[in-house]
């Protein structure tokens, strides 16, 4: 069963104590993300209903949130995430390009893991770089201006880390 050690519960208590009374839902968004973090970097249903009961909201109000966000990861992840932008400014200065190359360089599409667990490459919307396209994020961090060899370097860097 999904549940928070008290410490966290201390922590979701705090988050939702920041807001109005009855407004208990503002608090979604860093919940989720404290749900992800603490749950093996995902969202599974079951946790996704234990955050509607913490906010006293309906199941359906956190799906809607935690799917139309590409920051939530619906099925379990590599330890290394590459987000990688692929609307128009990242698409211009070859996006697709990179996206091809992971593909390739790592034996996965858009959307898987590789066998280890090691990576999963996702598409994203804009991660407002638009002057560093080519770019991606991985995990906090942007990895901007990619070209194959930037990529290279990302993945022996992950894979040595």
Known sequence: MIKFSEDKLKEVQ??????PEGKQKSAL????????????????????????????????????????YSMYNLKPVGKHVFEVCHTGPCMLRGS?????????????????????????????????ACGYAPMMQLGMHYKEH???????AIINACRNN
């Open 14 to 19: 705090a988050m939702i104590d920041r807001y």
């Open 29 to 68: 968004i860093p919940l989720l993300h404290l749900a992800q973090d603490e749950f093996g970097g995902w969202l599974s249903p079951e946790t996704m209903d234990y955050v509607a009961s913490l906010l006293h909201i309906e199941p359906i109000e956190v799906y809607e949130v935690a799917t139309f």
């Open 96 to 128: 697709d390009d990179i996206i091809s190359y992971i593909r390739q360089k790592l034996d996965i599409n858009v959307g898987e893991t590789t066998a280890d667990g090691m990576f999963t490459l996702k598409t994203v919307e804009c991660l407002g």
């Open 146 to 152: 990619l070209t194959p060899e930037k990529v290279d």
